[in-house]
């Protein structure tokens, strides 16, 4: 059974840079995309990127100025660093596992989901 | 790429049908297959119940049926049952290995 767990802070200051660690289970991080989703407070799903094992990488445009997503094949670990924190950044962060289609191995849709880790930005 | 947009909310009494769409544009919804659905609970993961437009994830009941048309998606739910009363959101690939989501629709069983 494939399973993700997120770990990392619940409370970061603001203007610090967010750090957090998904770490999978029941399946090898060299297959697949890896990604990170958040939810802030009764709002709705927001992408934020997708790793493959390779280090190929896409962030979502309003975040990747801001975002770095990292994978670490050898602890079957992938990790995401969010910088110049704010209180919008405040949310519960999951991290997934993404189906790709294609040869050019294009993101399809997101299987298993860690149970997410909630993150508040304040001072 | 903008959100895809989905109702704040939609009811129905339990038997009843409902219909939750999701419109895209031609870069994203109306261009590939990659729509999926999800349901979450609160203070729950979401849960992959559609994918591949119109493909129920393995344990989903057939009440749930998934489906396209040019650039709006919609998952119906038929026989509508008071543990379907969650939040729905679609996603769908938008090219460039772009991912996006849907502001999210909120089913009440009444």
């Given at each position: 059974q494939v399973q993700l767990q997120e770990s990392g802070p619940g409370l970061v200051k603001p203007s610090e840079t967010l750090p957090l660690m998904c770490t999978v289970s029941g399946d090898s991080i060299r297959v697949y995309y890896w990604g990170w989703i958040r939810q802030s407070p009764g709002k709705g799903l927001e992408w934020i990127g997708n790793i493959y094992h390779n280090g190929n990488i896409k962030y979502s445009p309003s975040l990747q100025s801001r975002v770095t997503i990292l994978v670490d094949p050898s602890k079957n670990q992938f990790s995401l660093r969010l910088t110049s924190v704010t209180a919008a950044d405040t949310a519960v962060y999951y991290c997934a596992r993404c189906h790709y289609f294609g040869q050019r191995l294009e993101p399809d849709y997101f299987d298993y989901w860690g149970q997410g880790i909630m993150v508040t930005v304040s001072s | 790429q903008s959100a895809l947009t989905q109702p704040r909310s939609v009811s129905g009494s339990p038997g009843q049908s409902v219909t939750i769409s999701c419109t895209g544009t031609s870069g994203d919804v109306g261009a590939y297959n990659s729509v999926s659905w999800y349901q979450q609970y609160p203070g729950k993961a979401p849960k992959l119940i559609i994918y591949d437009v119109a493909l129920r994830t393995s344990g989903v009941p057939d009440?749930?049926?998934?489906?396209?048309?040019?650039?709006?998606?919609?998952l119906t739910i038929s026989g509508l049952?008071?543990?379907?009363?969650?939040?729905?959101?679609?996603?769908?690939?938008?090219?460039?290995?772009?991912?996006?989501?849907?502001?999210?629709?909120?089913?009440?069983v009444l």
């Open positions: - | 009440r749930f049926s998934g489906s396209k048309s040019d650039n709006t998606a919609s049952q008071s543990e379907d009363e969650a939040d729905y959101y679609c996603c769908s690939y938008a090219g460039s290995y772009i991912v996006v989501f849907g502001g999210g629709t909120k089913v009440t």
